[in-house]
Every structure is written in C-alpha cells, then in structure tokens.
C-alpha cells in the first residue's frame, strides 16, 4: 500500500499529464480497483476546479479595478485640442457610411424587383398538373424566434421551481466538523453577500474557504447549490457529482441538486438525468424522493 504523499505525487503527475503512456495505463487500471487512489483522483480534481475558478475571478476583479482607476492614458490626437476635429472626422465617415448603404439599397431593390413578379398560372388543362404555380410560403425566421413546439417542458424552469434555496449561508454550515468556529467566520462575508442578492460575490468569497477545506463536503454542496442559483448549472455539476458519490451524510442532498443541475442541462444531460431520476426513485428513504416522485410524472414529456 503507498503512503498517502506518493499516492498524491502519482495523481498530480497523472491530471499533469506527465505519466508515460504505460503508467497511465497502470493508473487507471488501479483506479477501477482501489477507492483510496479514485478519492484522491476527485479530490484534486476538485481543488483545481476550484482554485481556477478563484483565480479567474480575481483576475476579473482586478482588471475592473484598473479600469476604474487608470488615469486617462488616450493617444494625442484624442486630446481636447484636436478632440473637435477628430468628432467632425467620424461624423463624415458615418455619414458616407449611411449614402453608401442607402444607394447600395436601392440598386439592389431595382435589380430584384423584376424577379418578384409572379405570372398569371396557365390555365388548367383537363389530364395535366397545373402549371406555374406560386411557391409555397415557407417561414422564414431564424429558429430563436419560432414558436417553441407544443407540449415540450421548459426544463430549467421545472429544475428551478423543485429548487430549494440556501436561504442563509450560515445556517447550512452546521456538522461540518473541522473547525467549524473558523469556517463559520469565514463564511461571514459570503453569506452577507448572498443576503444582498451578490451571487457573484458570494462565490467568490466561498472558492477560497472550499480550496482550504477539500474535505469538508458540506462547504461544496453549499459552494455547488450557489452555482445553480446564478444560474451556472455545468460548475454546479462539477462540484456536486463528487460528493453525489462519496459515502457521507451530504450525498443524498448532493444527489438530488446534481439532478436538479442535470435537468436544467437536460439537452446535453438526458442520459444522466433519467438514470439518476431513477436511483432515487428506487430508495424511499432518500432525501429527494418525494419531489423526484414529482418529476416522474413530468417526465414522459421529456424528450
């Protein structure tokens, strides 16, 4: 049995990419076989997610502060002595802009207007198909402005309304068991955020207290139900479905927000969506039962 700093050296050279072809081979092979190595495996899968997220986010916040407090670093000729010149300039170009379009229209109009003509079908003659009849209409909008066909569910609309909000961000973190004193403060500032209606924030504050405790799942189920919330419903599946699949008190609840997830992706989540619909219809005793007796009878509409 490998000791547990080998066994994290092995995964981060694996996700790294530095494993020979062979030793890839060897590793996933292990991995079907040993829980202790696939825990790790989804463990630092899980930090990384988290850890690009955060940086993402910062470096999107400092950007947005240099744009608010760069001083005005505009070319010369953009200058207040010139500034008057430079407007007239752009006034000319949009203006031969607009002439150029407006002949160019009128060319083309004059050019088609023949072709728009319909004849006057022949007329019919006993035996024959009628000739030189007008073409069908065919509806011409782009798909985005067609109807919606009928009977087809609005998915992220029924994932929502089964939704069960947070609420408070504090009140979830109870039995999280290390330190719950210190994550409690820390998730402070998260969760007055969060009673603010700043999602954004709220899960910026979060990313840095969930890389800190990778094993605390309490703080991913909370850190993936804000995802679904704002409405980023793939970063919501990418937190909950490794906790949906560990053996602690969070799975259940995780599982059926992953489902939740899933059915607000379903185009692209279906297959995974059905089959988790049914794992929890099959255990009475699972904490989205009730409601995924609900979905059930919705979903022989799904498609």
């Known amino acids: 049995?490998?000791?547990?700093?080998?066994?994290?050296?092995?995964?981060?050279?694996?996700?790294?990419?530095?494993?020979?072809?062979?030793?890839?081979?060897?590793?996933?092979?292990?991995?079907?076989?040993e829980p202790e190595l696939m825990e790790e495996l989804k463990s630092q899968q899980l930090e990384r997610q988290v850890m690009d997220e955060l940086v993402a986010r910062e470096l999107k916040e400092r950007m947005r502060q240099w744009d608010t407090q760069l001083p005005n670093t505009s070319p010369s000729f953009f200058k207040k002595g010139l500034r008057p010149l430079w407007l007239a300039s752009l006034l000319l170009l949009l203006a031969a802009a607009a002439l150029f379009w407006f002949f160019q229209k009128n060319i083309n109009t004059q050019e088609t207007a023949p072709a728009q003509e319909?004849?006057?079908?022949?007329?019919?003659?006993?035996?024959?198909?009628?000739?030189?009849?007008?073409?069908?209409?065919i509806d011409t909008k782009p798909p985005s402005q067609l109807p919606a066909p009928k009977n087809q569910p609005a998915y992220r609309e029924i994932a929502q309304k089964q939704y069960d909000p947070l609420r408070a961000i504090t009140l979830n973190l109870k039995g999280t068991g290390t330190s719950p004193d210190a994550i409690d403060e820390a998730m402070q500032s998260a969760d007055q955020?969060?009673?603010?209606?700043?999602?954004?924030?709220?899960?910026?504050q979060t990313l840095p207290v969930v890389a800190g405790n990778p094993n605390i799942s309490r703080l991913q189920l909370i850190l993936g139900k804000l995802y679904f919330e704002n409405g980023e419903y793939e970063k919501a599946i990418g937190v909950l479905k490794p906790i949906s699949e560990k053996p602690t008190v969070h799975a259940s609840e995780a599982q059926w927000n992953l489902l939740l997830a899933y059915l607000a992706r379903y185009e692209s989540h279906k297959n995974e969506c059905r089959k988790l619909l049914g794992e929890i219809l099959s255990d009475p005793s699972h904490f989205?039962?009730?409601k995924a007796q609900e979905l059930q009878e919705a979903s022989a509409q799904w498609k």
């Open 288 to 290: 989205g039962y009730k």
């Open 118 to 137: 319909q004849e006057t079908p022949a007329p019919a003659v006993a035996g024959q198909e009628p000739a030189n009849l007008p073409a069908q209409e």
């Open 193 to 204: 955020a969060y009673q603010q209606g700043d999602l954004e924030k709220a899960i910026q």
């Open 1 to 33: 049995m490998m000791d547990r700093k080998k066994i994290f050296i092995l995964i981060q050279k694996y996700l790294d990419g530095l494993l020979s072809d062979s030793e890839t081979a060897d590793l996933e092979s292990r991995l079907a076989k």
